[in-house]
């Protein structure tokens, strides 16, 4: 496996390249930046907010900061890709202005997807292996060069939606539709109770079918995917509201803030206060 990664230490500016063989995300994966996702070869299977989706060769997903998401293995073993994850602060435009304005579309959105075949590869294509190149080499400047890349990455990618015509993409498995309802649900009911027998109740499953088609639909466990979703929106409130904590874990749907706390370390790693100094 070929492996390479930047990060500025401020979580803000990360660049993580890998060839390789397939393997699971783990953990939950939402983040503060914005992430270019370019598939350069082989398959993912690619989940994001209420649906999964195939990436192949030449697919490019930007994903907006705080929308959960996780890849998992498709039917190609091997595969090669890019990942930059890139903060808001970043993408100013010269002169002061808060936000490049050709970058308007992905300020809009919760992801955007470019499909090989229906985009020119040819900008893409050459800056995606030029940043592999800076971060490979490291020669002098190589990290104010290597931001400036993502900048013409993002705006390249924003050139060509237009030609998508705002399609969503297609369920990599048409039969877990019933699942996406159920991921639907939890996305709109997070404050609530949520247990798979009020869900299986409530959409007419079988708490058994819902737990088994779950994680194969989504790479997560129906836990995880409620748990991480509550994480999700309580780093939103940290992050943009003075509410105290125990407020906070409340609001979100945890019946206790100890119960808050031992989740939200699980799922991000971190104490929930950290978010708040960051906000």
Do not use: W
């Not at 953990?27 to 270019?36: I, L, N, V, W």
């Not at 900061?65 to 890139?86: I, Q």
């Not at 993408?91 to 809009?108: K, S, Y």
């Not at 737990?211 to 979703?229: D, P």
């Amino acid at each position: 496996m070929r492996e390479l990664y930047y990060d500025n230490g401020k979580e803000t500016f990360l660049v993580h390249y890998r060839s390789g063989t397939s393997y699971q995300m783990f953990t939950s994966h939402f983040h503060t930046t914005y992430e270019f996702f370019h598939m350069l070869s082989g398959q993912r299977k690619f989940f994001i907010k209420d649906r999964t989706f195939v990436i192949e060769a030449g697919d490019i997903v930007v994903v907006a900061p705080n929308v959960l998401h996780r890849t998992t293995n498709a039917d190609t073993p091997d595969y090669e890709r890019l990942v930059v994850n890139v903060h808001e602060s970043h993408l100013a435009a010269v002169g002061g202005a808060a936000r490049i304005p050709a970058l308007r579309p992905l300020f809009e959105r919760d992801y955007v997807l470019l499909r090989q075949g229906s985009y020119d590869p040819s900008a893409i294509d050459a800056l995606s292996a030029e940043m592999v190149r800076e971060v490979r080499e490291e020669r002098p400047g190589y990290e104010d060069y290597a931001r400036a890349l993502i900048v013409q990455l993002l705006i390249a990618c924003c050139r060509q939606l237009p030609e998508q015509g705002g399609e969503q993409p297609a369920s990599a498995n048409p039969a877990h539709e019933r699942i996406f309802e159920v991921v639907r649900y939890i996305n709109a009911h997070y404050r609530e109770e949520l247990t798979l027998q009020h869900l299986a109740e409530r959409l007419y499953m079988s708490p058994y079918s819902i737990s088994r088609s779950f994680k194969e639909a989504t790479g997560f466990t129906f836990v995880e995917y409620v748990n991480s979703v509550r994480v999700k929106e309580a780093i939103a409130l940290l992050l943009h509201s003075s509410l105290k904590v125990k407020v906070i874990a409340s609001k979100v749907g945890f019946g206790s803030v100890t119960h808050f706390g031992r989740v939200f370390k699980e799922v991000t790693g971190r104490a929930p206060l950290f978010y708040r100094k960051e906000g």
